[in-house]
């Protein structure tokens, strides 16, 4: 089945006849099954399944670290063999991956390194960016001296750093208690809105995807396939308890 977003707006990101296998043990292992799926630039868009459904070889395909076996793949209009920005895309993961030997600012300033900008403003870009989280006090502290959340605002501040057109994000709040998530979940609207970007993120949790999401794209179990699109049609703030959000919440439950 095909299920695509229909929209006025441009595609960042087309996903067309996707699959993908892997080889375990001599046996090979389908695990994703005809994806078809485009998200409009500039909004917001979860992937939303069980663990191990295949959620994450999908970003992973997306920001070029694996192919697929068939299918096409096209960033911001340009098959990806012809996209040569990869640099606008960026990839935050569950796990905050600090260097722990480098500051705060340090950190930040990493994302930058492989490019051709001078340490003065690689500099200026990541205190920029630190200011961006709200961690301008904090730039000279060290990973084992920040909170979980502190930790994973710098992961975010050094995904942000590179200016990018798409970000990815592969559960990267899944590890905070409920209390920073939401706090993670309200600095992510606020950042999106200083910095409209195209942002795809995975979870498996339903109430993260009706908080932050325009749509909603329900992943089958493997081997994936897009199951079907819901758009939250609701205004931001989304509040959990209210009884608007936790329809959306009991559908997309209904439908995993």
């Known amino acids: 089945m ?82 040569n920005d990869w640099r606008r895309i960026s990839y935050m993961f569950q796990e905050d991956r600090l260097l722990p030997w480098r500051s705060t600012l340090q950190n930040i300033e990493f994302a930058l390194e492989a490019g051709s900008m001078t340490k003065s403003e690689r500099r200026q870009r990541a205190r920029e960016v630190l200011q961006l989280v709200n961690l301008s006090d904090f730039e000279k502290a060290f990973p084992y001296q920040l909170s979980g959340g502190m930790r994973s605002r710098v992961a975010l501040a050094r995904s942000l750093v590179t200016t990018p057109a798409i970000l990815l994000m592969d559960e990267p709040f899944s590890r905070l208690d409920a209390q920073t998530r939401a706090q993670m979940h309200a600095e992510l609207l ?67």
């Open 2 to 83: 095909t299920i695509e977003n229909h929209t006025n707006g441009s595609a960042a990101i087309r996903l067309s006849g996707i699959y993908k296998s892997f080889t375990t043990a001599g046996e090979s292992l389908t695990v994703l099954d005809n994806v078809n799926l485009s998200v409009t630039a500039g909004t917001i868009v979860a992937l939303l399944g069980v663990s191990g459904s295949g959620k994450s070889t999908l970003l992973n395909i997306i920001s070029g670290l694996i192919k697929p076996d068939r299918g096409e793949l096209r960033l911001q209009g340009a098959a990806s063999s012809d996209f």
């Open 190 to 256: 606020r950042i999106h809105q200083v910095k409209p970007m195209t942002i795809l993120f995975v979870t498996h949790d339903v109430e993260e995807a009706v908080v932050l999401a325009d749509r909603v794209a329900v992943v089958s179990p493997r081997p994936a396939t897009i199951r079907t699109i819901v758009d939250i049609d609701l205004a931001r703030p989304r509040d959990p308890t209210r009884s608007e959000v936790t329809r959306y919440i009991q559908q997309l439950r209904d439908l995993i």
